[in-house]
């Protein structure tokens, strides 16, 4: 199915869709509000008597279907049916995501008790159980495809996107010659965004092309599928964020230091850390989203397709609607963070991280991330750290990047290396900052 089935992932990029953010930089002991993000103990004992960001941004897309030569695209005229490496499986997969920091900041308010407060804009859209073959021919002109039979098994397609306001507060718990122990809590204000979703339950399409005529070609189906949409991507609108369709997130954290680098210092006395953190726990609820399920058994043509006015008057005017609900809640991407960092030589650590989704990806409306786990070298004094995050991405495979902090600015990739030199990446990420430091009277 052409069109149909390409318009069946524009739920994928309502927001410039692109789970994990800084990769390398959140590690740094300068990060501040960012590494909060991750684990909301960071926030006390940190090396800033206050931080504060005036804007940050990450971006990070994966996929385990094409794999392509990221120069060459950006230069133009990149053939992707030629030129890209392809994947291609029943069960193909893909996930993106945004993470946008407006106006924020952390302050101390005593030696053992800090404070933040930020603002920030996500999305995060998941494509799993994607078959690789029904995919790529739905990229196809019509004119050069040739027909076919494809089991499309059960896709789900899930984006979602919400804006929070957080309020993080951590304290010391064990302060102790070479024992430290800090906790944190962040609870958000959330408010609901776009949230829709496609999940489809033992699909399959057979295309039979007519040569004479390909707008006569035909598509015959069978399975059922559920959709749902709180935006309606047709009218030209954008998307708001919605204070009445919402909800509540916590973050919870901990982080452990063996200290016995110098006693008078602040914020990397220890030889090394180790610290775990739950993030995201909660839901939005979408009380406006109505869920249609269809029968999808039935025959369409080229000319059917190419005249539909968008994905939902398609299935209204051609398929059977046999269940109807309305109101929707969506979880937010609950991760198991971890990450210990060694200090091996002053100014030199290396660190190991991994993100863990604790949300089914094929769970129907799940947000979820795609896990990873991440190795970085890093060099790190006051007004400047470089590191090199080298990061395992689940459905990407490995990834190498790079990115430095230069006073109040940081700029960095999870892939930029992988990314000048690979032809076939499969993934991308890129972030920058700016925030005003006003660092502890401390080395």
Known sequence: MKKILLLCCFLGSIFYADAQSYFGFRDDNYAGIQSVLFNPSAVVDSKYKADVTVFSASATGQNDLYGVNLPEVLGGGYDFDKSASKNIKNNNRGNFNVDILGP???????????????????????????NGELFDAANKDTDVSKSFLITGGNPNVVTNSWAEIGASYGTVFLDEEDHFIKGGITVKYLMAGTNGYINGSNLSVAFTKNDADPSLSEYNSTGTLRTAASYNYENGNDPKFNTAFGGVGLDLGFTYEYRTNCHTCRGNRYKFKAAASVTDIGKLNYKNITENTYNLTGKVTQADLDNADN????????????????????????????????????????????????????????????????????????????????????????????????????????????????????????YVGLKLPIYQNYN
Request: with cysteine; charged share 15%; aromatic share 14%.
């Open 104 to 130: 924020s900041f952390m302050l101390n308010i005593a030696d053992q008790h800090s404070i933040a407060i930020f603002s920030r804009v996500r999305s995060i859209s998941n494509l799993v159980n994607i």
């Open 311 to 430: 994905i939902f008057d398609f299935f209204n005017s051609n398929y059977t609607k046999i269940a109807t609900r309305k109101g929707i809640k969506a979880n937010l991407p609950t991760t198991l963070h971890t990450n210990f960092d060694w200090n091996i030589d002053q100014r030199f650590y290396l660190n190991l991280s991994g993100d863990f989704g604790l949300i089914d990806a094929e769970k129907m409306n799940g947000t979820a991330i795609a896990n990873s786990v991440t190795f970085t070298p890093r060099y790190e004094t006051r007004q400047f750290s470089f590191y090199v995050p080298v990061t395992w991405m689940q459905y990407s495979g490995t990834q190498i990047g790079t990115g430095f902090r230069a006073g109040p600015l940081f700029v960095g990739s999870g892939s930029l290396i992988s990314n000048l030199f690979a032809n076939n990446s499969r993934a991308c990420n890129l």
